[in-house]
């Protein structure tokens, strides 16, 4: 299957510890984006990457958040000294680099709680 | 907030029937995409309508835009229990130079056996 990848697909941790999700976008697809989704509610964008330059970031994205696409491949979110709030899906998507097309592909989320 | 609202929040129908839910949206758009999304999963895309379209079917789905409206509804007819989800509309603001996904709320849909 050549679809949007997401590993680990559930953690728990415990507050003040620091996670790391890790996204592999599917093959060639240049865009990539993070989105965080709480319980009832739809997706909230996080942060988007176009290879590996990081060219947009949401307020939602406080210090302790940090994202990578370091090879322009593969993407790591990672929440330092995680807090009760910050329990929520992180959804991975990626998109093709082309100007007809403008669907962005979804991973299977990583679940996230924080206890 | 520019976050678009779906409506209804949640719907009950029979197997069979036909679902109608409807999105709201807050910008101009150049396209509007529809997602499923089951229970503790990722979005699947469904279906994908352009500001310059306003109909668009795929199998048992009809998607209407209205761009006067800002507004967009998406039709399952002949309604099957698989099609338990949560369904959202998502969209790339206009003129923001963003790529962005700006969703609605969700819908869900529970269709009974």
């Known amino acids: 299957d050549t679809g949007v990848s997401q590993d680990p697909r559930h953690k728990i941790t415990k507050r003040g510890q620091n996670v790391t999700f890790r996204c592999d976008p599917i093959?060639?697809?240049?865009?990539l984006y993070w989105y965080r989704q709480t319980l009832g509610q739809g997706p909230e964008f996080l942060t988007y990457f176009q290879n590996e330059a990081q060219l947009e970031k949401s307020r939602l994205l406080s210090d302790r958040f940090s994202a990578e696409r370091p090879k322009g491949s593969f993407s790591t979110l990672e929440i330092q000294r995680t807090e009760q709030g910050d329990s929520a899906m992180y959804l991975c998507a990626s998109s093709p680099d082309r100007v007809s097309t403008d669907t962005q592909y979804f991973g299977p989320g990583t679940r996230l709680t924080v206890l | 907030s520019q976050q678009g609202e779906e409506d209804p929040q949640a719907l009950s129908i029979q197997e069979g029937e036909n679902a109608t839910m409807n999105c709201s949206y807050k910008?101009?758009?150049?396209?509007l995409q529809w997602y499923r999304q089951n229970s503790g999963r990722g979005l699947v895309h469904l279906i994908l309508?352009?500001?310059?379209?306003r109909e668009k079917h795929s199998g048992r789905l009809r998607v209407t835009l209205d761009t006067s409206k800002k507004s967009s509804s998406l039709l399952i007819t002949a309604s099957r229990a698989a099609d338990t989800a949560s369904y959202f509309c998502g969209y790339p603001p206009l003129g923001t130079g963003t790529y962005k996904y700006i969703f609605g709320t969700g819908t869900r849909l529970k269709v009974l056996a």
């Open positions: 309508i352009r500001s310059n379209e």
């Open positions: 093959s060639e697809h240049n865009r």
């Open positions: 910008t101009s758009i150049n396209n």
